[in-house]
Antibody, heavy 123, light 111 residues
């Protein structure tokens, strides 16, 4: 069964850092690009970043460029989101998601989502 | 403010048909990039409802359909049911932003 499980969320002070993880199972993780998407309380979905299957390509939303980094360890079937210089407006539920296909992954819908992990940035 | 524009809310009675629009620009939908639709029930992760403009993933009822024309796309739901009450999001790619974009979301209320 295809499964994504995020972890690493919590309460953090503004300006601090946090690293989220997304553990994948049930599919060949190393063949798929992976996305991070977040949802602030009561707000809509916001795409954050995507990484290619081998980590050689990475794209970021302007809102997090320079502060957030995406990476992966295919030997551990795990995706990461390193978040630095956190702001109160980064408070959200963070989801990892898989593109529906291994080809043209930047343009595809996301057919597998984790349950999300909550990050609260507050002093 | 989202690059893709959706109505904040729509409503319909059980059994009726509703449509949700998603309006983009020449750098996303108008450039030929596919549009995808998601359903998000309260407290749950989004679920892919329509892929590549009009394709239903396995398990999605045929009451849900999608279309795309020019710089816009639409999601239609026929035979509205109480369980369809949820938030719906469109998604595409934007060449100017070099990234994935979502619409602001539409809350569907079944009267």
């Amino acid at each position: 069964q295809v499964h994504l499980v995020e972890s690493g969320g919590g309460v953090v002070q503004p300006g601090r850092s946090l690293r989220l993880s997304c553990a994948a199972s049930g599919f060949t993780f190393s063949s798929y690009a992976m996305h991070w998407v977040r949802q602030a309380p009561g707000k809509g979905l916001e795409w954050l970043a995507v990484i290619s299957y081998d980590g050689s390509y990475k794209y970021f939303a302007d809102s997090v460029k320079g502060r957030f980094t995406i990476s992966r360890d295919n030997s551990k079937n795990t995706l990461y989101l390193q978040m630095n210089s956190l702001r109160t407006e980064d408070t959200a539920v963070f989801y990892c998601a898989r593109p529906r296909t291994t080809e043209q992954w930047l343009y595809r819908g996301m057919d597998v989502w984790g349950q999300g992990t909550t990050v609260t940035v507050s002093s | 403010q989202s690059v893709l524009t959706q109505p904040p809310s729509v409503s319909g009675a059980p059994g009726q048909r509703v449509t949700i629009s998603c309006t983009g620009t020449s750098s996303n939908i108008g450039a030929g990039y596919d549009v995808h639709w998601y359903q998000q029930l309260p407290g749950t992760a989004p679920k892919l409802l329509i892929s590549a403009n009009s394709n239903r993933p396995s398990g999605v009822p045929d009451r849900f359909s999608g279309s795309k024309s020019g710089t816009s796309a639409s999601l239609a739901i026929t035979g509205l049911q109480a369980e369809d009450e949820a938030d719906y999001y469109c998604q595409s790619y934007d060449s100017s932003l070099s990234g994935v974009i979502f619409g602001g979301g539409t809350k569907l209320t079944v009267l």
